[in-house]
């Protein structure tokens, strides 16, 4: 029975092109984030650009001016050969938390007396009512 690796070494065509340049792109990636915590994400080689993605502007600015470095550590780890540029993008990560329920503010004393006057006022309305249940929060 054959390991899964081996199944995927065997494959050829445009499946077996796809899961090199995957794997190529992954090496990339763990080269440049080496030393970095910005989370660099490397997206492919469009002519001569190295495609790069990170989650904050700051983070783009650094590596624009670490341009030459990043780009010769590469060359000289035999990643890539004719790559002369990079082209970065912001991609911010959203957190999908959701947002806690708001407690309401308990109201003043002399907030809490008004309403009650007024509610007394207009008892038999529903706008009493209203003010009743705000006075009692």
């Known amino acids: 029975m054959k390991l899964i ?29 080496v030393d970095d915590t910005a989370g660099i994400k490397v997206h492919g080689i469009k002519g001569n650009k190295l495609l790069l993605s990170v989650s904050h502007a700051g983070f783009a600015t650094q590596l624009q001016y670490r341009q ?11 990643l890539i050969a004719n790559v002369n540029g990079i082209k970065v993008q912001v991609r911010p990560e959203y957190s999908r ?15 809490r007396a ?19 249940r705000l006075s009692e929060r």
Do not use: W, Y
Not at 98 to 107: N, S
């Open 114 to 132: 008004h309403l009650m006057a007024q509610s007394e006022v207009l008892s038999g309305s529903d706008l009493g009512r209203i003010f009743r």
């Open 5 to 33: 690796q081996d199944i995927i070494n065997a494959l050829d065509g445009p499946t077996g092109d796809a899961l090199d340049r995957g794997q190529k792109l992954k090496e990339i990636e763990a080269a440049i984030n």
């Open 68 to 78: 030459f470095a990043v780009l010769s550590r590469l060359h000289h780890a035999g």
């Open 97 to 111: 938390k959701t947002p806690k329920l708001r407690q309401p503010t308990p109201i003043s004393a002399t907030s």
